[in-house]
């Protein structure tokens, strides 16, 4: 089982629908992260977060630390949010575990 | 927050050859590593680039073939060698204070090997 799973994979969505992005992990943690990695390769830490909710302009993340689930959340979507998402929790051993990502495209 | 440049930011070798990435960043930090991002996999990480001493590698990757430099706190490069076509991957970049809930990343390094 991977250690971090993030679903879904891929997302294709109107602009200005509600996205949903869900990341589940199997590791005791300090913090999550939520990364986004545009298609130059390019990678922007997004939020980093331990407990309840963070906000951030149209982007809000929230995590369960008894649940191991986190989600992160898009408003009124734009196409420039199209990107892939990446989840990343820290192991036992301190490394940092990324999850696979979702690619999400926000039609204009 | 720490900013974060990589050089070069794509490149396309060929095979047999080596290619040195740079990465500066804009003040001292601690912990720096280096991971790899195979097409359509998840990053990974090579190693953690300790300054004054040598790098420590993740199972998997070794010195001869990814050597790596950190000549003072905010510098480090990653060389890769003898390139072969499956070295074709991004390469980043990222910083950290020393807690792993602390990390900033570099743009990336997209080399291609042909």
């Known amino acids: ?108 | 927050s720490a900013v974060i440049s990589q050089k070069p930011s794509r490149d396309i070798c060929q095979r047999g050859t080596s290619l040195t990435i740079q990465c500066q960043v804009d003040s001292q930090v601690t912990m720096m590593f280096w991971y790899r991002q195979q097409p359509g996999q998840s990053l990974t990480l090579i190693a953690t680039a300790n300054q004054g001493s040598e790098a420590t590698y993740e199972s998997g990757f070794v010195i001869d073939k990814f050597p790596i430099s950190r000549p003072n706190l905010t510098f480090s490069t990653l060389t890769v060698s003898n390139m072969s076509p499956e070295d074709s991957s991004i390469y980043l970049c990222s910083v950290g204070s020393g807690h792993s809930y602390e990390q900033y990343f570099g743009p990336g390094t997209r080399l291609t090997v042909t």
């Open chain 1, 1 to 108: 089982k991977n250690e971090v799973e993030q679903s879904p994979q891929n997302l294709t969505a109107q602009e200005g629908e509600f996205i949903t992005i869900n990341c589940s992990y199997s590791v005791g943690i300090s913090a999550l992260h939520w990364l986004q990695q545009h298609p130059g390769g390019g990678i922007v830490s997004l939020f980093m977060l331990s407990s309840g909710k963070k906000k951030h302009g149209r982007l809000i993340a929230t995590i369960n630390i008894q649940e191991k689930h986190s989600s992160l959340h898009i408003t009124a979507s734009h196409p420039r949010d199209s990107a892939v998402y990446i989840c990343a929790v820290p192991n036992r051993d301190d490394k940092i575990i990324f999850g696979k990502g979702t690619r999400l495209h926000i039609l204009p």
